[in-house]
């Protein structure tokens, strides 16, 4: 049953390449250094990989998008004296999964409730969407083994980063950085003003197990904890498209995060003895392009706003070079921004931004110039702790989150977005709160249930005219972060709940 | 300016012996088993302790207990044509401080808003027992070098208490169990249903420092972390005046006491490896009496709910023989109860229950058989994180908080006996809303000033109809506890904010 339905998932979800929905042109480049496209291929673009991730975003989001054309469809026939027969094959057809009875069932009384039926839908193509991640593994990274290895090598024990809330940096880690997602720590915060003393934990916990467990190395080994700070502009629009949390003004994002940083910092230094510091690095992300700018430090760590490498000149000056000429001007681009960089560090900026390469090259090969949604297109709002799976951008504003008091900034600006978004046009803001748990600690997912039920509650009180409209759905999702599983879907607004215990 | 006002914070406080308000008597001994008061004395009572801790008590209390009759004759006073003078001079001989002109001068309009200047007098006068205990440490314990070495030669590196929020129990440490109060880390929750998150945490800071920096002990010293829960009961009506977060069931509250701490344990143990566990205790309070009863673990850290010593039978069995006599019943007992109890925690055990007996001859010769105010009598609710000052019964209820979201149900609690207490005669509940904070740490104080003001303003959310009728005052206040001040009044909701910026 669980497996015809994950196969089913696979086929519908469109996974594989050239589903009828599926968006544009796939890249140009195949192999590394190809570059067959046109405009497309940078000779140190992974091809291959590169079609791999577009395939799969490609997928994903065709899945989400396919929603409301097929709702109208259904709205159409509402109707027609076979409606629910009808509505089922449809749906059934283009989103490969039934419409739930109780609301099609209801549509003779008044008319079809269609804000709750497409919060349904979004909901159950989540679920679907997990279920197919977690089984599969589609965004696995060729190097995860080798990379822990490598940040090592450069100093580094933990990479720790904080971009900003805003779904178009949802794919920060596995596609514009192309880093192995299970080897960084990701914590979204609007304008990327983390919480300092989330982070302070954090460095904590990590001091900790190395000291006492030697993960992921000994606390005798002489790397530090790296923390980046990654901050967002529009080069389309700029002053309108940028980071809404400060004001689309880019060099004030900039310093924010900066600032940011150095308190983290400082907080550290103070706060512990023998030497305990970390190392900073602020990044900025052009989100037309995903272009990335790096502010190389200097030698002892200072960051300068500045200051940085540019990813897209570097891309323009290299397309034409063999490989190897262009890891080398990158080399010296990056020594060349700040010379007494420390060796570690400017390895490290040096494999990101050739990493980054890609990424433009993706852009490029797939959505031309720049993309076609440069603003929020977000499919849905993430509330809590997990949410491993959304490595796409533009699917998801993120909120890490534990509790709504504290985070009700960043859900604010979530709420705004979805309200141009949805809510506009009638159709509701669906909320996915998560909180993932460790399965193997007794009464941990008693807990995460508690605080799911606990968040969803605030949320309903903060939004209450919302949600009184029938405008803000939540579904109550839990994951056992120690069993490979997919998420468990635990309760839901919508009168009917996503396969909920179905796992 | 500060000196003077301190020194006249002592007087009107009344810390020294025999002010007029001082209510009952002293406790009779004076000498170490002297045992010179009737029924009162026993061979193991510090009795020159006990009248000291009396003083400071008796002192306190009627600083808060003296504002309501003085209020009375103000009211009495404010249709009188000097009435702002004659009304100063009162407050001034009884209280010790001026009421705030602005509430006064308004007097003539209406009437005098009577609930604002209860609440305004109530806030100064927490202000100004705050000052004293910072700047004098009235309660400071004279083994408190001792102990560190005392517990850690039991096996313990670290203390962590979680008593109730009661008012009854904020005496926990300083009174009932005669600990020095900045040995030890006490989070008060409703019901003693700690948080397990924040528990972790701190095991895992504990861990690190003891690795990282030696602190209190190197990490391969064979010491364990202890986590100690206080639930209570009342022997006077224990159908009625036991704990309110377990519907006054003795049982029940000593259950869910344990199931916590296992909880806590197995957490520890399934979360991290190479052996690592924590050791747990059990005692519940009677809130008449303050005798303690400590469920005695056997040799492989079990607690029993039935096996326990009960300290107001050891009293009575001991009160007439010789203090060595005494010593040695009280460790027949400890190991009569469990005979394969870990030798350090028998004598951790030995020791709490002798100081025990100290309080329970405190009780007895101040107060007589039982504390005269059984019931809830708290004088305001503390809501944050800090309030090391608060260590007398039934000053204060406390609920440790980060979020208003995440203690509702604490709050709750504080908020339905403050409306039996104050609400139900027309007088407002007033909170003090306080985060500490690492003045060492750039950035700290403004993050607790923001945390203040985003839990008084969700305090005013959740209880908008109190605040709506004037009946919820909120304080907020900061304190650096790495320098050694007294707290930092930032702003209240009575329209005039006792001596904020003062210091």
């Given at each position: ?176 950085l192309r880093l192995p997602h299970r080897s960084v720590r990701r914590k979204s915060y609007a304008g990327a003003m983390f919480d300092v003393d989330d982070s302070i934990q954090k460095w904590v916990e990590t001091e900790m197990l190395r000291f006492r ?59 512990f003895c023998c030497g305990a510091s970390i190392d900073l690095l602020l990044i900025g992300i052009d989100t037309d392009t995903d272009a990335i700018r790096v502010h190389v430090p200097d030698a002892r760590g200072s960051i300068d706003l500045d200051r ?103 859900l604010d600006v979530g709420v705004k977005i979805f309200s141009a978004l949805n809510v506009s046009r009638g159709l509701p803001i669906p909320v996915v709160v998560r909180f993932d748990y460790h399965g193997r600690v007794p009464g941990a997912r008693e ?57």
């Amino acid at each position: 049953m669980q497996r015809a339905h994950r196969q089913q998932s696979r086929r519908t979800l469109g996974w594989s390449a050239g589903t009828g929905t599926a968006p544009l042109r796939r890249p140009g480049a195949v192999g590394r250094g190809s570059g067959a496209g046109g405009e497309s291929g940078h000779p140190l673009s992974r091809g291959r990989e590169n079609t791999a991730l577009f395939d799969y975003e490609s997928g994903v989001k065709a899945a989400f998008d396919t929603i409301v054309p097929t709702l109208k469809q259904v709205s159409a026939l509402q109707h027609e004296s076979d409606f629910e027969l009808r509505a089922q094959r449809l749906a059934q057809a283009e989103l490969g999964f039934d419409l739930p009875e109780a609301i099609l069932s209801d549509a003779w009384i008044a008319q079809l409730d269609m804000p709750q039926l497409f919060a349904w839908c979004v909901f159950e193509t989540y679920r679907r969407y997990c279920d197919q991640f977690y089984a599969q593994d589609p965004l696995v990274a060729g190097d995860a083994d080798e990379f822990e290895g490598f940040l090592q090598a450069c100093g580094f024990h933990t990479l720790d980063i904080s971009p900003c809330a805003d779904g178009r940096l949802a794919h920060l880690v596995r596609y514009v950085l192309r880093l192995p997602h299970r080897s960084v720590r990701r914590k979204s915060y609007a304008g990327a003003m983390f919480d300092v003393d989330d982070s302070i934990q954090k460095w904590v916990e990590t001091e900790m197990l190395r000291f006492r467990e030697g993960r992921p190395n000994t606390a005798d080994a002489p790397t530090r904890y790296l923390k980046l700070v990654a901050y967002h502009h529009s080069s389309v629009d700029p002053e309108h498209a940028g980071c809404a949390a400060h004001g689309s003004d880019t060099r004030r994002a900039a310093a924010a995060g900066l600032e940011r940083l150095q308190a983290f910092q400082q907080a550290i230094e103070n706060s512990f003895c023998c030497g305990a510091s970390i190392d900073l690095l602020l990044i900025g992300i052009d989100t037309d392009t995903d272009a990335i700018r790096v502010h190389v430090p200097d030698a002892r760590g200072s960051i300068d706003l500045d200051r940085y490498v540019d990813a897209q000149a570097l891309f323009d000056a290299t397309c034409r070079m063999t490989a190897t000429q262009a890891a080398s001007l990158l080399g010296e681009t990056v020594r060349g921004c700040s010379p007494d960089v420390a060796s570690g560090m400017a390895t490290l900026i040096e494999r990101l931004l050739e990493h980054n390469l890609s990424q433009i090259d993706y852009v490029r090969g797939c959505y031309g110039q720049q993309y076609p949604d440069g603003d929020h297109a977000e499919r849905f709002i993430g509330a809590g702790v997990g949410f491993e799976e959304v490595q796409l951008r533009n699917l998801m504003y993120f909120a890490y989150l534990d509790t709504v008091e504290e985070a009700a900034q960043d859900l604010d600006v979530g709420v705004k977005i979805f309200s141009a978004l949805n809510v506009s046009r009638g159709l509701p803001i669906p909320v996915v709160v998560r909180f993932d748990y460790h399965g193997r600690v007794p009464g941990a997912r008693e807990r995460a249930v508690t605080h799911c039920q606990r968040v969803a509650k605030a949320l309903f009180g903060r939004y209450a005219e919302l949600a009184g409209r029938g405008l803000l759905h939540v579904m109550q999702v839990v994951r056992d972060c120690n069993a490979n599983a997919s998420i468990e879907v635990l309760e839901c607004s919508v009168n009917a709940t996503p396969a909920a215990g179905a796992h």
